[in-house]
């Protein structure tokens, strides 16, 4: 079992940055791939991001945030990181970090129903 909390949403400027944190319980950290999927007010939940557990140059992005957004990971610490960059308001959602329990290190996940835990979300809001 993992338990995701994510942290570091907030309310910023468009054009502004910000940094997610996602930290996970267990010892086990290592053997997910990770994922940044975020839902805005009235739309369903879509995919941001995704690494590899062994993070590394293996990530993938929604072309919407491709080049302005960038997911890294830290094994020893158990924390997977969004950083968020010249945010736009349409990047206004509730933020989800999610874990998926794979065999190959360099396999990344797109989809929610790949996703075996989630965290509790933390609401990003990017004011005009």
């Known amino acids: 079992q993992v338990q995701l909390a994510e942290s570091g949403g907030g309310l910023v400027q468009a054009g502004g940055s910000l940094r997610l944190s996602c930290a996970a319980s267990?010892?086990?950290?290592?053997?997910?791939?990770m994922g940044w999927f975020r839902q805005a007010p009235g739309k369903e939940r879509e995919f941001v991001g995704a690494i590899s557990r062994s993070g590394g140059s293996t990530d993938y992005y929604a072309d919407s945030v491709k080049g302005r957004f960038t997911i890294s990971r830290d094994n020893a610490k158990n924390t997977v990181y969004l950083q968020m960059n010249s945010l736009k308001p349409e990047d206004t959602a509730v933020y989800y970090c999610a874990a998926s329990r794979v065999l190959q290190n360099k396999v990344v996940r797109t989809t929610e129903y790949e996703y075996d835990y989630w965290g509790q979300g933390t609401q990003v809001t990017v004011s005009s």
């Open positions: 267990g010892r086990t950290f290592s053997s997910y791939a």
